[in-house]
């Protein structure tokens, strides 16, 4: 039995020592070298003391983020990424809350880091792997290095002391008063659901991921960890490559990638610009992976009719259950107007469909998704408010303490039984992958002392964020005002100017009559 995601690496260096785990542009790592030094960073993390306590890491997206995550992991710490574009205040909201033990960073991005309201401690990677290396070359010959030993002694008594409900990662997402939510994700939930991902889709070490999602994104759990656990391999690809997406192909062939799990915003600029007349993958992929938005049947229909003989998969879920909880393996023709249906609840989960009265739905009735299982977040790290808003007793058990979570997604059951994505109940979005709650924009905005009141809008047709204003002001003023506030993907792409905003009869912003405007 496993309490700790670490022994799957040491497993899988054991079987494939020289196999590359993960790679980015500039390097690659094998499983020996992933664990000799995630293993020296954790050695460094428990020879400070520091045992279930938060480490921020903070680097550039590649290999080095993931070689501290393990580290983290194997001293039984749990990490944060913290992204080196994410806007400085935003950074500081998010300090405020985790109150990290240590930063993990390098020596020039910790002159970055500095700038935040940040006081504590750093483990500069460089450092530590500088001292990895040499205590490896030394312990060539058979000698293990004698102070290695002690250290790694230690550390090996801090992953045992450490239980599989302790918390493995917290990764912040939007949060409707502008303060960012830290979802607490112990090791026992990605533990199941990596089990479950590799049954379902047989993975083996013969797999190669092309990794799309962001590593402060849950996305990315699954490409990380089903390597981790088969020895696959990770190929991190360049960012700039989803702008482009006749290279994009290219590259997917090129390091003979065949599976992806993507964000259906990545697949859909793919299907547009029909890349696929100019690169055959008909012998490179063999899955087609995606989750976190609406996958809309016209561009996966393009997908279908280009790569037909791959396996393509719906997955549905919130970072609050360990990135998904239904899926439905696409087995049937859908016509472009047709949705594709999330399917299925995953294996040792279960999904509650419930109405307004808490009753479980009847029919094709709509109601609230709410989830039930060992994937469930342990709550908000350090709001216990938030927490118990999201995270409830369940209606349906009056006998026994029993936690859902409510997504606060509103779905129905089609007559086939399988689950369909309806809506959003609130004012979260989903705007080009990045979960987003229209009111961290408000906030922001109503920070610029010209603007009385303001009021954002999804316009899901055109996909864009609308501002709707009373004020005469250029949206590239305002953007150039709330930059430093909220991250790009989060600047409004529309302002509208309204004489007088309107008012409801509860003395809200009249929300619907503004929606007339869009
Ligand atoms: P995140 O926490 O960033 O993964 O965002 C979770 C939200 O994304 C869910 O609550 C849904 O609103 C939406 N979502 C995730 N997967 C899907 C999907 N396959 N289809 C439709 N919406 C999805």
Excluded at 89 to 95: A, D, E, P, T
Aim: include cysteine; glycine fraction near 6%.
């Amino acid at each position: 039995m496993k309490a700790n995601v670490t022994y799957w690496l040491d497993e899988t260096a054991a079987r494939f020592p020289d196999k590359t785990a993960y790679a980015d542009e500039k390097k690659e790592i094998t499983f020996t070298e992933l664990r000799a030094q995630a293993r020296a960073i954790a050695c460094e993390l428990t020879e400070r003391g520091l045992f279930k306590k938060p480490v921020a890491v903070f680097l550039e997206k590649g290999v080095e983020v993931l070689v501290s995550f393990m580290g983290a992991a194997y001293s039984s710490n749990f990490y944060s990424p913290i992204d080196v574009d994410m806007p400085g205040s935003r950074v500081n909201k998010i300090l405020e809350v985790l109150e990290p033990a240590v930063v993990i960073t390098t020596g020039a991005l910790r002159e970055v880091f500095s700038a935040y309201d940040y006081k504590g401690a750093f483990l500069l990677l460089e450092d530590v792997l500088a001292q990895e290396v040499s205590l490896t070359a030394e312990g060539e010959g058979g000698f293990a290095e004698p102070e290695l030993s002690a250290r790694e002694a230690a550390l090996e008594a801090a992953r045992k002391r450490g239980i599989d409900t302790d918390l493995l990662y917290v990764l912040f997402t939007s949060g409707s008063t502008g303060v960012p939510k830290g979802v607490t994700i112990n090791h026992r939930a990605v533990i199941d659901y990596i089990d479950w991902v590799t049954e379902t889709f047989e993975i083996t070490e013969k797999d190669s991921f092309g990794n799309q999602a962001p590593f402060y994104f849950d996305n990315s759990i699954l490409d990380i960890y089903s390597t981790l656990k088969t020895g696959a391999t990770t190929y991190i690809i360049p960012k700039t490559l989803f702008a482009q997406p006749v290279p994009l192909l290219e590259y997917l062939k090129e390091k003979k990638i065949n599976t992806i799990f993507w964000v259906p915003s990545a697949l859909i600029v793919v299907a547009k610009l029909k890349a696929f007349k100019n690169v055959d993958l008909s012998n490179t992929l063999r899955r087609v992976l995606f989750c976190g938005e609406v996958m809309p049947n016209k561009q996966l229909n393009v997908w279908r009719k280009f790569l037909p003989e791959v396996q393509y998969a719906n997955l549905y879920g919130p970072t609050e259950i360990t990135d998904a909880c239904t899926y439905y393996i696409v087995n049937r023709e859908f016509s472009d107007e047709e949705p594709l249906p999330i399917g299925y609840p995953m294996a040792n989960t279960d999904i509650l469909v419930l109405n307004e009265k808490n009753e479980p739905v009847t029919g094709e009735e709509p109601g609230e998704l709410c989830v039930r299982g060992t994937s469930l977040s342990m709550g908000y790290y350090r709001n216990p408010e938030k927490t118990k808003e999201a995270f409830v007793q369940n209606p349906l058990n009056q006998a026994a303490p029993e936690l859902i979570y409510r997504t606060g997604d509103i779905v129905k059951y089609n007559e086939r039984g399988e689950i369909i994505y309806l809506s959003r109940k609130d004012f979260q979005i989903k705007h080009m992958g990045h979960r987003i709650e229209l009111g961290e924009i408000e906030t922001a905005v109503s920070s610029l002392s010209e603007i009385s009141l303001n009021c954002c809008l999804y316009d899901e047709k055109r996909q864009k964020i609308v501002l709707f204003i009373e004020e005469e002001l250029e949206k590239a003023y305002i953007n150039e005002k709330i930059s430093h506030l909220v991250p790009e993907y989060m600047l409004p792409n529309k302002v509208i100017r309204v004489e007088k905003m309107p008012i409801n009869a509860n003395g809200k912003i009249d929300r619907v009559k503004l929606k007339e405007l869009l």
